[in-house]
């Protein structure tokens, strides 16, 4: 019952090698799973917790975590909905991470997963390295984005990514020592990285 953590550094290939690995191990592939499940436990739609990850650490959070009240962030969200700010993330992250891994046969992706499960016996984690030029032509072909558009978008996640860690209270999350595969991307091909992964999972 093995699980997978890829973190990685944003346009690196994390979510695709993540599907290559899920789909050769027959594993789950756990991404909107957790944004569902935290949405179910917190009882606020998937949108909610899609645009608060989207926006956390930015001062658009910091504003419905510290300034709205709840009533009001309730009437927003109509229906009798409930509330998420930065603290219920966290905790619904840790709950719901530690959950899936111990369901076993699973491939996480970020979210701090790498930290949330240091101790987890059947945990193989992986980190995911490039070259800010390789990660931005990375998300160009992959998102038909222009340059410009992919070195934005590349930074607001790289800054996104750092705010989280933050968060978690860490800052040594590309210590290769965290990991027991780092992989350079812009020097070994994803197919050869999954296939690194997959023997490490059948040894």
Not at 92 to 121: F, K, M, T, W
Not at 157 to 173: I, W
Request: hydrophobic share 40%; aromatic share 8%.
């Amino acid at each position: 019952m093995a699980v997978v953590t890829i973190s990685r550094q944003f346009g690196a290939g994390g979510k695709t090698l993540g599907k290559m690995i899920a789909d050769e191990m027959g594993y789950t592939f756990a991404e909107s799973d957790i944004i569902q499940r935290i949405a179910k436990e917190a009882n606020v739609s998937t949108n909610w917790v899609q645009a608060f990850e989207k926006e956390a650490g930015s001062r658009l959070s910091r504003l419905i975590s510290g300034m709205v009240s709840k009533r009001w962030v309730d009437r927003i969200l109509k229906d009798e909905r409930g509330y998420l700010d930065e603290q219920g993330y966290l905790d619904y992250l840790v709950l719901i991470v530690a959950q899936i891994a111990d369901e076993g046969d699973v491939v996480i992706i970020g979210r701090g997963s790498q930290y949330i499960l240091n101790d987890h016996p059947d945990a193989v984690h992986v980190l995911l390295i490039d070259n800010l030029e390789d990660r931005i032509r990375f998300i160009m072909k992959n998102y038909d984005m222009s340059a410009r558009r992919a070195e934005q978008w590349v930074a607001t996640e790289d800054r996104r990514r750092s705010s989280l860690y933050g968060k978690l209270q860490k800052t040594d999350y590309d210590n290769p020592s965290l990991y027991h595969l780092v992989i350079n991307t812009g020097r070994v091909p994803l197919e050869s990285a999954k296939q690194l992964v997959c023997q490490m999972l059948t040894a």
